[in-house]
Each structure stands twice: as structure tokens, then as C-alpha cells.
């Protein structure tokens, strides 16, 4: 079965400070993919990242990271010198390898940021 | 522009009715989805579908019944809706099946059941 764990429901930062994201999953398939979806307070859901099981390099794009370490099964976002409009909930999934690419979700991190 | 829309964006009803909500995409994708969204912001996959073709059914009530007349829509009917469909129901899309493939979202319908 796959599963996604966000253990942080909400973390609050000041606007500057960084703030990383966990996500740590579970999967029996050897290959899979992981992504992060952004939900703003307006509520649509925005594509981030995809990162494939065999690709543990850290990706940077902006003030974006993503951490992947396969020995922990984790997935961690960090955010770098966070602004307001970075406030959103933000989720992480599990794509699996079957006829579909069915997406198995986390129960989202809530980051609000203030000035 | 829009890659994936949703009519309507608030659908507010009475328990009992029926009702249905619209997905179209415009970005070439062959594989579309449902998803709902509960009330703690859970989100959980309902219905895939590639090239007009059912490819997943998770355990939804059969109330709940898609329809993709061709790969650009997929909508979604509910018959005798009940308090607990209140819920935002997204729809998406990728390319194809291949694992791997982002799916992209419509900005969800917000369904409130009265």
C-alpha cells in the first residue's frame, strides 16, 4: 500500500526566515514517483516537482530545494528566505507504477507566512 | 489560456438532488482524473480515465457516475446527493498513462449540500 506522511500540519514562519516541509513515504514498488503541489488560500492546486525513485539529486529552482534520500524514504521541501506569498498548504504524493498514474496524496502542510 | 477548467466553481444544493459537474482540458492530454478534496483538505483520488476508457474506480458510492464523451472532458454526475458529497471536487489531467506524467488541475468545484 502507499502512503504519504506530512507530520506537520501547520508551521508558521516570519517572512525572510527559511522553512523546510517534511514528507517521508511508503511504497513496495522499486520504481516511483514523488511530487509537491502547491494550494494557495485560492484554492487550485499547483504543480511543483516531479522526482523519479532512480534520481536522488537535490534539485534547486529559485528559492526552491528539494531534498530525496531513498534511505530514508523522504521527500523534504525547503523554502529559502520565505516571502507572504509563499503562504499556502502545500502537499506532497506518490505516484505508483500501475496501469495509471494514480496519485496517493499527504495530508498537506499549512505554511503561513507574516511579515 | 485555461488548461484544465471546471463549471461550476460553487455548486450550493439540497440533499436528495441530482447534479453534475463539468472538466474539459485543452492541453492534448489523454488521461483524466477526479479527485475530492474533504473538509480537512484530504485529497483523494475517485475516477481515471484514458482515451474515453475507465482505468480507476476507487470505492466511491455508485451515486457517483463519470462520464468522458471524448479525451478532452471528463464530467462528473451525482445522483441523490447526500450532506457528506460536500466536499471541492478537482479534476485533472496528464499525458497519457506512464507513471510519472504531473497531472494539472482545474481550480475545483466547491459542492455544498444543504
Known amino acids: 500500500a502507499q502512503k504519504v506522511t506530512q507530520a506537520q500540519t501547520e508551521i508558521s514562519v516570519v517572512e525572510k526566515e527559511d522553512v523546510t516541509l517534511d514528507c517521508v513515504y511508503e511504497?513496495?514498488?522499486?520504481?516511483?514517483?514523488l511530487f509537491w503541489y502547491k494550494q494557495p488560500p485560492s484554492g487550485e492546486l499547483v504543480f511543483l516537482i516531479r522526482?523519479?525513485?532512480?534520481?536522488?539529486q537535490n534539485e534547486i529552482s529559485g528559492r526552491y530545494s528539494w531534498n530525496f534520500q531513498k534511505s530514508t524514504s523522504s521527500f523534504n521541501f525547503t523554502i529559502t528566505a520565505s516571502q507572504v506569498v509563499d503562504s499556502a498548504v502545500y502537499f506532497c504524493?506518490?505516484?505508483?507504477?500501475?496501469?495509471?498514474?494514480?496519485?496517493?496524496f499527504g495530508t498537506g502542510t499549512r505554511l503561513q507566512v507574516t511579515l | 489560456d485555461t488548461a484544465v477548467s471546471q463549471t461550476p466553481k460553487y455548486l450550493v444544493t439540497q440533499m436528495g438532488n441530482d447534479k453534475s459537474i463539468k472538466c474539459e482540458q485543452n492541453?492534448?492530454?489523454?488521461?483524466m482524473y477526479w479527485y475530492k478534496q474533504d473538509s480537512k483538505k484530504f485529497l483523494k483520488i475517485m475516477f481515471s480515465?484514458?482515451?474515453?476508457?475507465?482505468?480507476i474506480n476507487e470505492t466511491v458510492p455508485n451515486r457517483f457516475s463519470p462520464k468522458s464523451p471524448d479525451k478532452a472532458h471528463l464530467n462528473l454526475h451525482i445522483n441523490s446527493l447526500e450532506l457528506g458529497d460536500s466536499a471541492v471536487y478537482f479534476c485533472?489531467?496528464?499525458?497519457?498513462?506512464?507513471?510519472?506524467?504531473?497531472?494539472?488541475f482545474g481550480d475545483g468545484t466547491r459542492l455544498s449540500i444543504l
Open positions: 522526482r523519479n525513485s532512480f534520481d536522488e
Open positions: 504524493a506518490l505516484g505508483n507504477t500501475g496501469t495509471a498514474s494514480k496519485l496517493t
Open positions: 511504497t513496495r514498488d522499486t520504481t516511483y514517483y
Open positions: 480515465y484514458n482515451n474515453k476508457e475507465l482505468i
Open positions: 492541453l492534448g492530454h489523454d488521461t
Open positions: 485533472a489531467s496528464s499525458q497519457g498513462t506512464q507513471p510519472g506524467q504531473p497531472q494539472h
